[in-house]
């Protein structure tokens, strides 16, 4: 069930009503409490809390306590990766990451390494480096909507305004509910700047209010 939710909202096939965000809440809490000393339990519980509930920093308590618990589970550094962007953490972010990516060269969800670190890159000011990564994202996973988001945002700062438009176009055909004023909801950012600097990027790739 965990996972279903993170896939869910990854791919924003569900949008979840506060009800549904407290029984989801409730569901985890309960997983913690049952198999909070098994690794594969506390990464889908700790992705949940980070990415489908919001609450960041308690998500990625338990993402950190997965990898310590199996430091070769590669998905569980891929999610506590996300957790440290979003708490802007960008070094930690940058190595596990690179970590996960080491540990699982084939990893199906490699998509996720690659659109995350075109952020990291993009947060850097980096923007070559962010869109190679961000390409890379959206080759592997071209049904991803995240994967255009990082791209589209990654393409407009470095001034490839062509490539922006075109992957703003595809992001909004498998996410058209997509806005600059949602994106906190969809992404967590703790540092006003970072969540500022994502606005300014997608909003000059064409993204609507």
Not at 81 to 109: I, K, M, W
Not at 114 to 122: D, E, I, K, N, R
């Amino acid at each position: 069930i965990a996972a279903w939710r993170i896939t869910s909202k990854a791919f924003a096939w569900t949008r979840y009503n506060d009800q549904e965000l407290a029984e989801i809440e409730s569901q985890t809490r309960h997983l913690v409490k049952l198999g909070g000393d098994d690794a594969r339990v506390l990464a889908p519980a700790g992705q949940v809390m980070s990415f489908v509930l919001g609450k960041v920093e308690e998500g990625a308590l338990l993402l950190r306590q997965a990898v310590n618990l199996d430091p070769n589970f590669s998905t569980a550094r891929l999610w506590y990766a996300n957790a440290c962007l979003y708490v802007g953490d960008l070094d930690t972010s940058f190595e596990q990451y690179h970590s996960a990516l080491r540990l699982s060269p084939r990893e199906p969800r490699i998509f996720l390494a690659q659109s995350g670190l075109a952020t990291v890159y993009l947060l850097k000011s980096d923007y070559e480096e962010a869109s190679k990564w961000a390409t890379a994202a959206v080759l592997q996973a071209p049904h991803f909507a995240r994967a255009y988001a990082s791209a589209a945002a990654c393409y407009a700062m470095a001034g490839r305004m062509e490539e922006a438009k075109r992957a703003c176009e595809l992001l909004l055909t498998l996410d058209p509910s997509l806005r600059i004023s949602g994106v906190y909801e969809r992404s967590p950012y703790r540092r006003p700047e970072h969540l500022k600097k994502i606005q300014v990027a997608l909003r000059l790739a064409g993204i609507p209010e």
